[in-house]
Structures are given as structure tokens and as C-alpha cells.
């Protein structure tokens, strides 16, 4: 896939009096000039992105992956995307997505690319921006080059519907700032002991070291029934009711799921490929929730239009 022309961005750039919105480069990232800079009158302030960070306390929980299919899942709501990989240093999302960038975030933070420069095409109504993958100076960022990365992005967010941010598993500096930046949090976990443990970990440091708690959801991932979605969240509410009195929401499950890795193996997510499979309705379902939409009906009977009525019945 190519990349996105310096000069034709992916996103359509503000317009005043016909011609767009000047940028310029600040330590790297690239912001935007104001109309009061530019002595020009003031225009209505433009629209806000919903910006939703997807993390995880531990790794292999699947949460690319299931990042790659949310962005699929949302663009067919109608809505634009733009796709983040902020898991800086250990990138995979365009391998998961099957696209080859010519240019990522280490280009943008090297100072010989902005923002605009590395969008490119992924899904039908996605657009993305790749991570840098094996890249030591990506994952030890310092606080001023993570500031000014954070402000350039944060003015993409008129142009774009939805914003949607993988970020690296664990607590790291840069995991918790692109974390506490956005809007909405969504925490990975999987039933096994340890995944939970740790997406506790990320709700007790973020209910210590922020002001306001965030609207934080949880979805299970690679559950054998809904009934084990369930019982995992349960635990994870009582125990951050107790002992840090916040509350989190359940926003879903995604079935474990054979058609998951075969789709991995093929890079191309599976609700491309494999748009009527489990794993592609849940998906589809945890999509319906966070935008409080019906949920569609997949195209065909048997298993999984009875995973959506399911779903839908436990959204109510």
C-alpha cells in the first residue's frame, strides 16, 4: 500500500479562504497554526474526535488484533477512523492489517516526516498511522518529545470521526500518557489469572495517579462462553469497587475462535475475511455497545445469529 502523498493528505485539511491551515514542525510532530497566529478572524471551533486508547496490562491477550477488527467494525458504522499504533518500539498492527508503510512514527519523531506525511489507506473508511517496530529511541521516549506528539495528534482530531490508539501492554511511561490522553479506555483481558491481574493493575494506577478516573470498559477476549466473559468482568468490578471504590464497565466478549489465527496467518483481519465467523459477530456486537446501536444481524443462520441475539439482549 503506498503512502500518503505529503502534499494529498489522507485527511482532508481545514480550509480558510480556500487554501489550508498552515503547519509547521515542532520537536518532531507537527502542529497546527491557528487563525490567531496567522492573524486571521476567528472560525467556530471544529469538530472533536472520540478518542479511545486500547490497552492491556499484559502482552498476548490479543489486543492488536482485536484493535485492527474495532477499527473495521466502526468504519462500517459509517464512521472515519483513524488507526494509531502507539505500541512504540514493538509495532505489529500493519502486519495485522496486511499494508507495507513506507514511513512510520520513527520518521515523525526522527524530524524527517510529520504527521500527515505517514497516513496512509487501510480498510474501507480507516486510516493509519504505523508504529516503528524494533526501534529502542521509539520506546524510551522522553516526557517534552512525548508532549509534543500528543499535541500534533490531538490536531488530527478534527478531520476524523474516531480515533482509535493501540498502545503498547504494561505501565510504561509512554503506555500511560497516550492512556490518560484520550477520552475513553478500553482494557484487553483474557480469563487467565495472570491477564487479569494485571488489567487490575492498570485500573489501580490510573484511579492513583489521575485526577479525574476516565470512563474505563473492559472486554474479555478468547472466552470459551459468554457466561466466562462475564464471570471475569464480575471479578475485576468487585475488586475495583472495593479497594479503589471506581466503577468499570463491560462492554463485551469475544469468543476464542479458530478463524482468529487463521486470519493472523493470512494478515488480514478477520472481520474482513471472515465477516460471519464468532469472532467477527462479537466484534461486531462490542462495536453496537460502545456506540449504543443496534446491533446487525449477520448474514448467515446458525451460530452466530444466535451470538447476536445474545448480545443484543445483553446490551439492554
Same mark, same amino acid.
Given at each position: 500500500m503506498n503512502t500518503v502523498p505529503a502534499r494529498q493528505p489522507a485527511i482532508d485539511p481545514v480550509l480558510r479562504d480556500g487554501a489550508p491551515i498552515g503547519l509547521r514542525a515542532v520537536s518532531g510532530a507537527r502542529t497546527v497554526v491557528t487563525s490567531e497566529e496567522s492573524g486571521a478572524s476567528s472560525q467556530p471551533a471544529p469538530k472533536m474526535a472520540r478518542t479511545i486508547a486500547v490497552t492491556s496490562g499484559k502482552g498476548g491477550v490479543g489486543k492488536s488484533n482485536l484493535v485492527a477488527n474495532l477499527s473495521i467494525g *466502526?468504519? &462500517?458504522?459509517? +464512521?472515519?477512523? #483513524? #488507526? #494509531?499504533? %502507539?505500541?512504540?518500539? #514493538?509495532?505489529n498492527l500493519d502486519v495485522?492489517?496486511?499494508? &507495507? !508503510?513506507? $514511513? @512510520?512514527?520513527? $520518521?515523525?519523531?526522527?524530524? /524527517?516526516k510529520d504527521l500527515l506525511d505517514v497516513i496512509i489507506s487501510g480498510a474501507p473508511g480507516v486510516k493509519f498511522i504505523a508504529g516503528g517496530s524494533g526501534m529502542r529511541e521509539l520506546a524510551d521516549l522522553d516526557d517534552e518529545r512525548r508532549t509534543c506528539f500528543l499535541s500534533g495528534l490531538k490536531r488530527l482530531e478534527s478531520f476524523t470521526d474516531v480515533v482509535l490508539i493501540? @498502545?503498547? %501492554?504494561?505501565? /510504561? /511511561? =509512554?503506555v500511560m500518557s497516550f492512556v490518560t490522553a484520550a477520552d475513553e479506555v478500553l482494557i484487553v483481558t483474557t480469563p487467565e489469572p495472570t491477564a487479569m491481574a494485571d488489567a487490575y493493575g492498570i485500573i489501580k494506577t490510573l484511579a492513583q495517579e489521575t485526577d479525574?478516573? !476516565?470512563?474505563?470498559?473492559?472486554?474479555? =477476549? &478468547?472466552? &470459551?462462553?459468554?457466561?466466562?466473559? %462475564?464471570?471475569? %468482568?464480575?471479578? *475485576?468490578? +468487585?475488586?475495583? +469497587?472495593q479497594f479503589l471504590e471506581v466503577s468499570v464497565q463491560y462492554v463485551g466478549y469475544v469468543l476464542d475462535d479458530p478463524s482468529v489465527p487463521r486470519a493472523v496467518k493470512s494478515q488480514r483481519p478477520f472481520m474482513s475475511l471472515y465477516p460471519n465467523t464468532a469472532a467477527s459477530v462479537c466484534v461486531s456486537n462490542l462495536v453496537a455497545r460502545m456506540f449504543d446501536v443496534e446491533p446487525e444481524m449477520p448474514q448467515t443462520g446458525g451460530l452466530s445469529a444466535l451470538l447476536s441475539r445474545f448480545m443484543g439482549i445483553l446490551g439492554r
Open positions: *466502526i468504519a &462500517r458504522l459509517g +464512521k472515519s477512523v #483513524l #488507526l #494509531l499504533d %502507539a505500541d512504540l518500539g #514493538l509495532a495485522l492489517l496486511g499494508v &507495507r !508503510p513506507q $514511513h @512510520t512514527l520513527y $520518521h515523525v519523531f526522527q524530524g /524527517s493501540d @498502545t503498547g %501492554a504494561g505501565l /510504561s /511511561s =509512554n479525574t478516573f !476516565p470512563q474505563v470498559g473492559i472486554v474479555v =477476549n &478468547r472466552v &470459551r462462553t459468554p457466561e466466562e466473559g %462475564a464471570a471475569v %468482568a464480575g471479578r *475485576i468490578f +468487585k475488586v475495583a +469497587k
